[in-house]
């Protein structure tokens, strides 16, 4: 990986929601897990129900997002995919073919899993601490706030990033351990400021007063 592919990658993953975590040392050590792929128009980089195998930094190219035979979305530079299926080893959702000429940066399988095992232990012990500090979470047992904390990894956010938008379908419930947040209701127009130890559902739109680190909480860990 050169010193230019190096920089590109490393602003990818300092904005990703799982390795943005990462301190500038541990996300060095992930960029030398990439290397690079060539594709071609109307060539598929996976297909649905697929066993997810490879994660994928887009460098530049058009890349289409097909569930079943109806085409969703388009994901160009800087876009990242492929790494669900990977984090809860399930198959493939939708299947990807490029559209126009580009470079991709792909980890394969086994190189994702060694990453997750250090991020998942770092991200772990930061959750645990928070809940054992916070009072909305003491009342929890220590089995309860171990399954917790495996369903979280901390995300920071800096001052005026949108953390949500109003009507999107929501996938991760947001914990807020520094910082503030400002909630605005577009229908009623009310603006609502969260602290330490405030929830966030996935269907509202938060921006932050602040620099600010969130816990990310899978909605499905949330509701078993």
Known sequence: VSAEHRKFILK?????????????????????????????????????DEVGDCWYIIQSGVFEVCVGTT????????????????????PRTATVTCKEKGVLWKMDADQFRVCMQQLSS???KKALEFFEADPNYRHMSKEEKSVLATACSVQNFAAGDTILREGEVGEWMFI???????????????????????????????RSGSAIKSLLMDNAAEQT
């Open 12 to 48: 990818v993953l300092q904005k990703h929601f799982v390795f943005g975590n990462l301190d500038d040392e541990e996300q060095e050590m992930v960029v030398d897990h990439f290397e690079m792929q060539q594709s071609k128009p109307e060539e598929v980089i996976f297909s649905q």
């Open 71 to 90: 085409a969703v979305r388009q994901l160009r530079a800087k876009h990242s995919f492929g790494e669900l299926a990977m984090l809860y080893s399930v």
């Open 122 to 124: 770092k991200s772990m």
């Open 176 to 206: 807020l351990i520094e910082g503030t947040v400002k909630t605005v209701d577009q229908q009623l127009g009310c603006i609502e400021v969260g602290r330490d130890g405030n929830w966030s559902s996935p269907d509202r739109e938060t």
